[in-house]
Structure formats: C-alpha cells, structure tokens
C-alpha cells in the first residue's frame, strides 16, 4: 500500500492559513460598527457661520475603572472622534477630534489635564477631583463639526461619533494627532481599531442646515 503525503502547495497552503489566523488584526476582532444603526443621544446642533457646532455629553464612557487607574497615578487618554454623515450616504464628509491626556498629580492631588481639538491650540489644565475631569474631558459645548457651507440646503446629516479609552493600537494616536494637527489628507475611518481599554459610540439625531 502506497501512503499518500500532502502536495507542497497544500502544505504551503496550510502554513499561510495558520499564520493569517496568528495575526488576525483587532479590526477583524472587533465588531464593525454601522454609524446611522447606533443608539441615538441627545445632542444640541447649531449654525454659527461659518460653522455647524454641536454641544453633548460622553461622559459615561468614563466608567469607576477608570477612575480607580487614575487615581493609582497611572495616565489616562481619551479620544473622541465625531463624524458628520449625510443620510444615506456610508461615508463621511467631515471629521473634528479632541483628546485628553489625563494624569493624577498625587503630590499636588490634582487631575493634570491636557486638552487637544483641530483648530485650536493645545490647553493644559487641571481639575481638582473626578467631576472636574468628566467636565473637561466628557463633554462638548459648541463644539466645531464642519463649515456650513459643506453641507447642501434642505439635506438632513447626523452626527456619528466614537469615544475611545486608552487606545494601544501603535499607528492610532499618530494618526489623531497628526489629523488634529492638520485636518487633511485621508480621514481616519470610522471602524479604525483601536484596541481600546473601552469604546463608546453613538450618533444624534438628524438635522437639516
């Protein structure tokens, strides 16, 4: 009886398959989220020329883990990224960040917080306990999206954005600062991963300029 052996490009076939699974990426890991499908949260929109701003909150994504690290003097980073879409259209036209560095000075016991967004220069600040920090670093007012004249008359758009807790993934905080820095060039996709501590997302309701 003659064995059979597997060909060398079975073989070839098998090993390649082995290490695309080893080195499956987080964006195959994590679940793809759909903008216009998230949950919906309150948010107030507004014109003034020649911008489109919005004012919401996010502070929940800051969960008591969170704090906890915090307060072990270990540095936090937040990142929100809020994305304008038109309705039925899967891609956005516009994108504005902020970020918060945050680390618990625990000689001075102070929250020291700095504070980036395009179009605007760095902030370093500091808060003197938790709800100092979720204000800062939780929540926008008039807060810039995209310049009105962007945006067709009598069109309705939303708001779609992620928050993201200590993003490790290595080319991600590059890539946020170098589009705060600069908001041109390719945008930073939706479904970019992340690997973050924690992630939140949501979208407002929608709107007509």
Not at 100 to 106: E, G, K
Request: charged letters at 15%; a positive charge; glycine letters at 4%.
């Amino acid at each position: 009886m003659v064995a059979r052996y597997p060909s060398r490009a079975l073989m070839v076939l098998a090993v390649l398959c082995v290490l695309a699974f080893a080195q499956q990426s987080p964006a195959q890991s994590q679940p793809r989220m759909v903008p216009r499908l998230l949950p919906t949260r309150n948010a107030t929109i507004s014109w003034a020329q020649p911008w489109v701003t919005a004012t919401f909150n996010y502070s929940t994504a800051l969960v008591p883990a969170h704090a906890q690290r915090l307060a072990s003097g270990l540095p936090m980073l937040v990142s929100m990224r809020a994305y304008v879409f038109q309705d039925g259209n899967p891609l956005p036209i516009a994108l504005t960040i902020k970020t918060c560095r945050i680390l618990f000075d625990v000689w001075d016991e102070v929250y020291r917080i700095s504070i980036s967004q395009a179009g605007l220069a760095r902030m370093d600040t500091a808060a003197p306990n938790l709800e100092g920090v979720s204000r800062r670093c939780g929540s926008v007012r008039n807060f810039g999206l995209v310049d009105r004249s962007v945006l067709q008359p009598w069109t309705s758009y939303y708001v779609a954005v992620v928050v993201d807790v200590d993003p490790t993934w290595p080319s991600f905080w590059p890539w946020v600062d170098q589009w705060i820095a600069n908001p041109t060039g390719p945008m930073i996709p939706f479904n970019t991963p992340t690997s973050s501590r924690s992630q939140m997302a949501f979208r407002t309701a929608s709107f007509v300029p």
